[in-house]
Nanobody, 113 residues
């Protein structure tokens, strides 16, 4: 098991922005892909964004043009910048390491006026 620790969630108004981050406690962070998922009440967990170890990114259609995934391999950290937030973006956001098949505890993002 590789510990993943998310932080940065919170309450934001529609149209606002938020940055969340995830620190991975692994010595091989720099050579593994990372991903962000989210889960809303009553819905299945869904993929939001992926980033390869080299920084190539992939986004779900519902966040393209609004969210940005990035990483800092010197800090073992992956980030998700959430822009132009909508109420339907409200969810628990999870960090995931596909290689290690591990998940963080999640961070709550609530978009509401």
């Amino acid at each position: 098991q590789v510990p993943l620790a998310e932080s940065g969630g919170g309450l934001v108004q529609p149209g606002g922005s938020l940055n969340i981050s995830c620190v991975a406690s692994t010595s091989i962070f720099a050579i593994v892909a990372m991903a962000w998922y989210r889960q809303s009440p009553g819905k299945e967990r869904e993929l939001v964004a992926q980033i390869s170890h080299q920084g190539d990114t992939n986004y779900a259609d519902f966040v393209k043009g609004r969210f940005i995934v990035s990483r800092d391999n010197t800090k073992n950290t992956v980030y998700l910048q959430l822009n132009s937030l909508k109420p339907e973006d409200t969810a628990v956001y999870y960090c995931h390491s596909p290689f290690h098949n591990t998940w963080g505890q999640g961070t709550q993002v609530t978009v509401s006026s």
